[in-house]
């Protein structure tokens, strides 16, 4: 097992555009599954990730 490490002073780089990721942008998505949203790099706007989705509501 690899242990976590947690560190403060080294930030991610982007998969995309190989940038620095100083802060992550997102957007919400909604729908008639749920509330979703999609995070992305602000410096090429690249997908970075979709959250699972939440408050599904269905009208039994």
């Given at each position: 097992?690899?242990?976590f490490v947690k560190?403060?002073?080294?930030?991610?780089?982007?998969?995309?555009?190989k940038?620095?990721i100083?802060?992550?942008?997102?957007?919400?998505?909604?729908?008639d599954?749920?509330?979703?949203c999609?995070?992305?790099?602000?410096?090429?706007?690249?997908?970075?990730g979709?959250s699972?989705?939440?408050?599904l509501t269905?009208?039994?």
């Amino acid at each position: 097992m690899l242990p976590f490490v947690k560190k403060e002073d080294v930030l991610p780089v982007c998969p995309h555009c190989k940038k620095e990721i100083n802060s992550v942008w997102f957007r919400e998505l909604k729908g008639d599954l749920g509330k979703r949203c999609l995070y992305f790099c602000p410096h090429c706007r690249a997908c970075l990730g979709v959250s699972h989705r939440k408050g599904l509501t269905f009208g039994w």
